[in-house]
């Protein structure tokens, strides 16, 4: 009769399995040691009783979506499948275009197609969404139903449920006609799927969303007050005013606030007139010189009513109140008030002003917001490259209000004038795939430094940016740039190779987006 093994017995072998026989002695020695733990093993499986078999999870929903084109499908494997980075070691990556950039930019496309994700590839795509939340939206739009129902079963991927709650992927929004079915899920859905709900009608109709928040608005929680308030940035309009004017009143700050933000995005609200009035009692034409400029008068306090229409009235460390104050009310009142103010000059022209007092720093940086909050291209225009926005972060936000072909003509010239140094972020808000004047313009710079001996490292950054951003069809212009050059006197040891692999890889990365483009439309 075979006896059961005691559970202490078993911990005895593991103890010194674990510390070795030299320091825990057993029975036989080490031979006999294994002997004894693969008995034991044998017989504690054999002890195992079969669990009741589970429930079969219901089937996943149905995707309309067509099917990927079978080179398509073989092409998202091998990007899917490629998880080790950029080839190469030292800082070299190699001629080897690094499929992990192209993932993000296959999957946008694939979207714009409309296809579904094949379910072989689903848990690769997954878990390559799980280690990069860059991927996550457009990964997770890819995977539809299939996704989020295998996500269901793994524990590993359960941020796909969360994302899916947050966009109202993880319950089907009623379509924005059907009134009862939205109302019941405004009525008993979670706060993600009422946030998705809102935004899916405010979408396609504005004031029907508006009316679904107001409905309900005094009994939400202040933190969701602010979460719903800020989906009214969808379509907002002149409509949408009496409601915001009520939100100047909330019991909450940052619910003000960002009422404020919004009516100030409105050149015609109430808001955005009594802002003018303050502003221009603060700004003027000077006429005491012999030449004509601009004189501030900052404001000397913050009253309530100041406040109420979103004015904060601490500044951060290290800002003077007045400054602050003349700041935010120079943001939020409409440029269309300043021609009028200072003589019926074009934006052009008032910027081109001098300003007193070493105001004009302050007074062009509040310009530049105003224009970013009222995407006003023609302020846009006169501020770029102006005092007050040597920043960067600013410039890139003008340009964004910019239209595409501007936008990209404007960096181009930038880039031709200043080099590249400092065109990292502006290159950022240009629209995929770039114009042609502009990516040659950056490959020009990039010519230029090759060839002056620069430190080649130096613009990895913005030659991962031409892999992904250029326009495929422009590669073979870059053929010849490929070839290893001389060495320049005074170049870094080595540059040479370097910029002739950059070369190539640019290039090659280039003929591969064209393919993976290709086999998207089914023609590769």
């Known amino acids: 009769m075979t006896t059961t093994v005691p559970m202490s017995a078993w911990e005895e072998l593991v103890t010194s399995a674990l510390l070795g026989t030299d320091r825990r002695p057993a029975p036989g020695g080490v031979h006999a040691l294994l002997d004894t733990a693969a008995l034991h093993t044998v017989r504690r499986r054999a002890g195992l009783l079969a669990a009741p078999a589970a429930p079969r999870p219901e089937p996943a929903a149905h995707d309309p979506r067509p099917a990927l084109p079978a080179p398509a499908q073989r092409r998202l494997a091998q990007l899917l499948a490629d998880r080790s980075g950029p080839a190469g070691t030292g800082g070299r990556r190699g001629t080897t275009p690094d499929l992990t950039e192209l993932l993000p930019q296959w999957l946008t496309a694939a979207g714009l197609h409309g296809y579904r994700s094949p379910a072989a590839l689903l848990p690769a795509l997954l878990d390559a969404a799980r280690s990069r939340t860059d991927l996550r939206p457009q990964a997770l739009a890819f995977a539809g139903p299939r996704g989020l129902w295998l996500a269901g079963l793994n524990p590993e991927w359960r941020y796909a449920l969360r994302g899916a709650a947050l966009s109202g992927g993880g319950t089907a929004l009623p379509p924005p006609s059907d009134a009862k079915a939205v109302q019941r899920l405004w009525d008993e859905g979670l706060f993600a799927e009422r946030v998705a709900l809102l935004g899916s009608v405010r979408a396609a109709d504005p004031a029907t969303g508006r009316t679904l928040l107001a409905a309900t608005w005094s009994t939400e929680r202040a933190e969701d007050r602010l979460m719903f308030?800020?989906?009214?940035?969808?379509?907002?309009?002149?409509?949408?005013?009496?409601?915001?004017?009520?939100?100047?009143?909330?019991?909450?700050?940052?619910?003000?606030?960002?009422?404020?933000?919004?009516?100030?995005?409105?050149?015609?609200?109430?808001?955005?007139?009594?802002?003018?009035?303050?502003?221009?009692?603060?700004?003027?034409?000077?006429?005491?010189?012999?030449?004509?400029?601009?004189?501030?008068?900052?404001?000397?306090?913050?009253?309530?009513?100041?406040?109420?229409?979103?004015?904060?009235?601490?500044?951060?460390?290290?800002?003077?109140?007045?400054?602050?104050?003349?700041?935010?009310?120079?943001?939020?009142?409409?440029?269309?008030?300043?021609?009028?103010?200072?003589?019926?000059?074009?934006?052009?022209?008032?910027?081109?002003?001098?300003?007193?007092?070493?105001?004009?720093?302050?007074?062009?940086?509040?310009?530049?917001?105003?224009?970013?909050?009222?995407?006003?291209?023609?302020?846009?225009?006169?501020?770029?490259?102006?005092?007050?926005?040597?920043?960067?972060?600013?410039?890139?936000?003008?340009?964004?209000?910019?239209?595409?072909?501007?936008?990209?003509?404007?960096?181009?010239?930038?880039?031709?004038?200043?080099?590249?140094?400092?065109?990292?972020?502006?290159?950022?808000?240009?629209?995929?795939?770039?114009?042609?004047?502009?990516?040659?313009?950056?490959?020009d710079s990039l010519e230029i430094a090759r060839d002056a001996g620069s430190y080649p490292w130096s613009?990895?950054?913005?030659?991962?940016?031409?892999?992904?951003?250029?326009?495929?069809?422009?590669?073979?212009?870059?053929?010849?740039?490929?070839?290893?050059?001389?060495?320049?006197?005074?170049?870094?040891?080595?540059?040479?190779?370097?910029?002739?692999?950059?070369?190539?890889?640019?290039?090659?990365?280039?003929?591969?987006?064209?393919?993976?483009?290709?086999?998207l439309a089914g023609s590769g």
């Open 229 to 443: 308030l800020d989906s009214l940035r969808s379509g907002l309009s002149d409509a949408d005013e009496p409601f915001l004017e009520q939100a100047l009143s909330d019991r909450s700050r940052n619910v003000r606030a960002t009422a404020a933000e919004l009516l100030s995005a409105l050149p015609g609200s109430a808001l955005a007139g009594r802002m003018a009035v303050r502003a221009a009692t603060c700004v003027s034409q000077d006429r005491s010189g012999g030449t004509e400029g601009i004189v501030v008068e900052a404001p000397h306090e913050c009253d309530a009513a100041m406040q109420r229409d979103g004015v904060t009235p601490v500044p951060p460390a290290g800002r003077g109140e007045r400054s602050w104050w003349l700041g935010q009310l120079v943001e939020a009142a409409p440029l269309s008030v300043w021609p009028g103010r200072l003589g019926g000059r074009t934006p052009e022209q008032i910027t081109g002003l001098s300003v007193s007092d070493d105001w004009g720093e302050e007074l062009h940086a509040a310009w530049c917001r105003a224009a970013v909050r009222q995407r006003d291209a023609e302020w846009a225009r006169a501020l770029l490259g102006g005092p007050g926005t040597e920043s960067l972060a600013e410039r890139a936000k003008l340009l964004a209000t910019l239209p595409e072909d501007e936008r990209a003509a404007w960096v181009a010239e930038f880039i031709a004038a200043h080099g590249l140094s400092e065109a990292f972020q502006l290159l950022g808000v240009c629209a995929v795939p770039w114009a042609g004047p502009l990516g040659r313009a950056v490959v």
């Open 459 to 519: 613009f990895s950054g913005v030659m991962g940016l031409a892999e992904r951003c250029m326009d495929p069809a422009e590669a073979s212009r870059f053929e010849a740039l490929a070839a290893l050059p001389d060495e320049a006197e005074g170049a870094s040891p080595g540059a040479g190779g370097y910029w002739s692999e950059a070369f190539q890889r640019l290039v090659s990365t280039l003929r591969l987006r064209a393919a993976m483009l290709q086999e």
